[in-house]
């Protein structure tokens, strides 16, 4: 099981640090990735960690702004996210990728979480 937190309503130029946490079994060989979809737009692919946390992916829209990292320890996924814009508005999601890589297809993630809200104003 994966649940996210952190999500809220921030004015433009804020920034929210979003935790995902892994519960039930063991993610540490998992690559983790979230994802965010805003209303009635499709689901997109935000930021991905490999399972050592060695590489890093992100979608261009968010690079230099958002930060992914992980805590094996405590089975926990981590996205900073600065400078939001309202147009990061989105319900984001983490999740678990089997292969290890934490990359950008959605398809190769095996568990979700249900999401958080963010949403920002300008």
């Known amino acids: 099981q994966l649940v996210e937190s952190g999500g809220g309503l921030v004015q433009g130029g804020d920034s929210l640090r979003l935790s995902c946490v892994a519960s039930?079994?063991?993610?540490?060989?998992?690559?983790m990735g979230w994802f965010r979809q805003a209303p009635g737009k499709e689901r997109e692919f935000v930021a991905g960690i490999s399972w050592n946390g060695h590489i890093k992916n992100y979608a261009d829209f968010v690079k230099d702004r958002f930060m992914i990292s992980r805590d094996n320890a405590k089975n926990t996924v981590h996205l900073q996210m600065n400078s939001l814009k309202p147009e990061d508005t989105a319900v984001y999601s983490c999740?678990?990728?089997?292969w290890g890589e934490g990359v950008s297809d959605a398809n190769r993630y095996e568990y979700w979480g249900q999401g958080t809200q963010v949403t920002v104003s300008s």
């Open positions: 999740a678990a990728d089997s």
């Open positions: 039930g079994r063991t993610f540490n060989s998992y690559g």
